[in-house]
């Protein structure tokens, strides 16, 4: 599949296989995160532990309840609501809250994976929730081995998409001008 294929193809996947991710793409994808363009460092932690997968899982559940937002908290109360939607891989991606450009690094990382997982015949989701459970919940971050003084800012879920995953089109935005 080509870059510009793979851009176009990349969709949110929300439901997976229990099936782990090869080791060899899994490296290719953390390479793509590696290589995007960046200001400063920042920390990627992958994690495949299925016990803490379900920790994170049920600290960020209760976490959107406690938030007070209205679509996170109507999110988190459905029943079995799984905010990592069964990935068997998170990617973690973490920056310290000094450098003013972590948020930035960790987008283009995070956009960059998820295109290379396209490429790859894989499944993901860039998202923000279990960023409220690595908040609410120090210990959590110790157990991802999130570096000291870093905050978790963005998580990338890697899997095989369900057989029974419908993707829908992009509704085409209007958000261009040009200046010539
Ligand atoms: C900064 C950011 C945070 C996001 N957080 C979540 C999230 O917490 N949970 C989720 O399911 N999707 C999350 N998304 C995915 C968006 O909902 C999704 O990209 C958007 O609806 C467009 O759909 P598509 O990715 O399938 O093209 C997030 C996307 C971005 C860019």
């Known amino acids: ?22 080791d060899a793409d899994l490296e290719q994808i953390i390479k793509a995160g590696k290589i995007a363009p960046n200001a ?6 992958v994690i495949q ?13 209760q976490a959107m309840k406690d938030s007070g937002i209205k679509m996170m908290v109507s999110r988190a109360e459905i029943p079995g ?4 939607y069964g990935a068997p891989t ?3 991606l973490s920056g310290s809250a000094k450098n003013p450009y972590s948020l ?12 290379a997982a396209t490429a790859l ?15 609410a919940d120090a ?6 081995g999130i570096p000291e003084g870093n905050a978790v800012i963005l998580c990338v879920t890697l899997g095989y998409a369900a057989e029974d995953v419908k993707i829908p089109d992009r509704a085409e935005t209007d958000n261009v001008n040009y200046v010539r």
């Open 1 to 22: 599949m080509n870059t510009l294929d793979a851009i176009a193809r990349r969709r949110s996947i929300r439901k997976y296989k229990a099936e782990q991710i090869k």
């Open 40 to 45: 400063g460092p920042f920390q990627i932690s």
């Open 49 to 61: 532990n299925a016990e803490l997968l379900n920790k994170i899982s049920a600290v960020s559940v």
């Open 81 to 84: 609501f799984d905010p990592l």
């Open 90 to 92: 998170l990617v973690v």
């Open 104 to 115: 930035a690094n960790i987008a283009a990382a995070g956009a960059n994976m998820t295109i």
């Open 121 to 135: 015949g894989l499944g993901s989701c860039l998202m923000a929730t279990p960023e409220l459970g690595f908040k």
């Open 139 to 144: 210990a959590l971050a110790a157990l991802a």
